[in-house]
């Protein structure tokens, strides 16, 4: 079964544009979550979606936003970028949306903003 | 809103030596997972607790979840260079949001 698939894989990107990242799940997965990993915060959660449906949003402002397609690829977009966006942006499926189902992770996208 | 810590950041042992680490949180969780990131990768599925005082094992990794549901340790015993990367625990809360510590990366010496 082929894993957690994120596009593209690196990014540059300049302050002030806006970004589009993609991830497929596993197949028959319906969650799909995404997170920023920076060394000075760690892992944090921006939000999930089940079945086209966010279920739940981390911390992040307006800028960050997701969607889910009905074959439950997911899309996040970052707008109106800065400096301070840049990380690791991680996704991660589960076969059911909440808890109690382990997440398998992309590999990522690194995203640099100059 | 929810915290997991993970105190220290760091640590290194040698080889053959035993590691324990603690994971906590600020409010009662309904399951704890721990996940492990090799140098370069991307955070893997290591195991999930959701009974009060649950221990479970995996080779040489011993994981416990906590008797109130609010802190949970990770026990390896005579690590091995295999051993070394980030090791995240995240937990759920009742409105099912996943939080993650902030993880503790392991080097081991040989």
């Known amino acids: 079964k082929a894993g957690v698939t994120q596009t593209p894989r690196y990014l540059i990107k300049t302050r002030g544009q806006q970004v589009t990242l993609s991830c497929s799940p596993i197949s028959g997965h319906r969650s799909v979550s995404w997170y920023q990993q920076t060394p000075g915060q760690g892992l944090q959660f921006l939000f999930e979606y089940f079945s086209e449906t966010q279920r739940n949003k981390g911390n992040f402002p307006g800028r960050f936003s997701g969607r889910q397609f009905s074959n439950s690829r997911s899309e996040m977009n970052v707008s109106t970028l800065e400096l301070g966006d840049s990380a690791l942006y991680l996704c991660?499926?589960?076969w059911g949306g909440g808890a109690f189902y382990e997440q398998y992770f992309g590999p990522g996208t690194r995203l640099t903003v100059t | 809103g929810q915290q997991v810590m993970q105190i220290p950041q760091y640590q290194h042992v040698q080889e053959g030596e035993d590691f324990t680490t603690y994971c906590n949180s600020s409010t009662t969780l309904s399951n704890i997972q721990w996940y492990k990131q090799r140098p370069g990768g991307h955070p893997v599925f290591l195991i999930q607790?959701?009974?009060?005082?649950e221990v479970k094992k995996q080779k040489r990794l011993t994981f416990q979840f906590g008797e109130a549901k609010k802190n949970s340790s990770l026990h390896i015993t005579a690590t091995q260079t295999t051993d070394v990367g980030t090791y995240f625990c995240a937990g759920h809360d009742t409105n099912s949001k996943l939080t993650f510590g902030k993880g503790i990366t392991l080097s081991v010496r040989p």
């Open positions: 607790l959701v009974k009060s005082g």
């Open positions: 991660a499926s589960s």
